[in-house]
């Protein structure tokens, strides 16, 4: 047919559409960081206007981010899948400097505990995409305070992004609950749905051996509120 002919032109026009914006997205953002390293409520009238700003320009980053990762799994050239070894420490310094002004501007204190020996087979972009994303989540639970943990449980990765907050809404924890199906989450009424979604198809993308890489959530932890948890082969 005819519209199946031009499909595979339209899927590389759409990701280098969504490529584009998350690069456009990626300047402002860059900008209200600058604007607001530095300033505080005190010095800027619109400093907390302009915290919100950043905080929905993420949101947007990630959702291009998750279209991104949709062609990477479907493997189409200029946006290969591409796995490598990495620290997973560096991996946690890109994650941090990404999160630094948006957490300072919402006055939220980000504990690490990260294992500096350990090294991951990941695809670098994907995966410091994936936990942005659910540090950003966090940011709408927790009340002052998040932790981003990693180490080796069980001969797999485990990255742990926990809050202080009250905790998931029982919707979400049944969406994120390995084998409840994707049916569980309404994409109209639950934009964190669709980031799990796709966070979910990132880790499953991680193959090895017989694993594949999963996400869940909880509510509990060491923080008492939500837990996103990423494990990879």
């Known amino acids: 047919m005819e519209d199946s002919h031009h499909s595979p032109e339209l899927f590389l026009f759409l ?35 302009m915290a919100q700003m950043l905080y929905q320009t993420r949101r947007l980053n ?19 899948f591409d796995v490598q070894p990495l620290e997973v420490g560096q991996l946690v310094e890109q994650v941090v400097a990404l999160e630094r ?51 080796e449980v069980d001969g797999d990765l485990e990255i742990r992004v926990e809050d202080n907050g009250a905790g998931f809404p029982p919707a979400l924890l049944a969406a994120g609950t390995p084998g409840s199906g994707d ?29 594949s890489g999963a996400v869940r959530l909880e509510n509990g932890g060491s923080l008492g509120g939500g837990c996103f948890i990423l494990t990879l082969p």
């Not at 991104?68 to 290969?80: C, I, R």
């Open 101 to 151: 002004v948006l957490l300072e501007s919402r006055g939220v204190t980000l504990e690490l505990d990260v294992d500096p020996e350990l090294i991951a087979h990941v695809d670098e972009d994907l995966i410091v995409g994936v936990v942005s994303h659910a540090v950003n989540n966090a940011l709408h639970y927790t009340r002052d305070r998040i932790r981003l943990s990693a180490r």
């Open 62 to 80: 990630d959702n291009l981010m998750q279209l991104l990762a949709l062609y990477k799994q479907v493997g189409k050239p200029g946006y290969p």
């Open 15 to 49: 990701a280098s559409t969504a490529h584009d914006m998350k690069n456009s997205i990626s300047v402002l953002s860059g900008t209200l960081e600058r604007l607001l390293d530095g300033a505080s409520p005190e010095t800027e009238k619109a400093y907390a206007q």
């Open 183 to 211: 049916s569980g989450v309404n994409f109209l009424t639950n934009s964190a749905g669709l980031g799990l979604y796709f966070s979910g198809e990132v880790a499953r993308m991680h193959r090895h051996r017989e694993r």
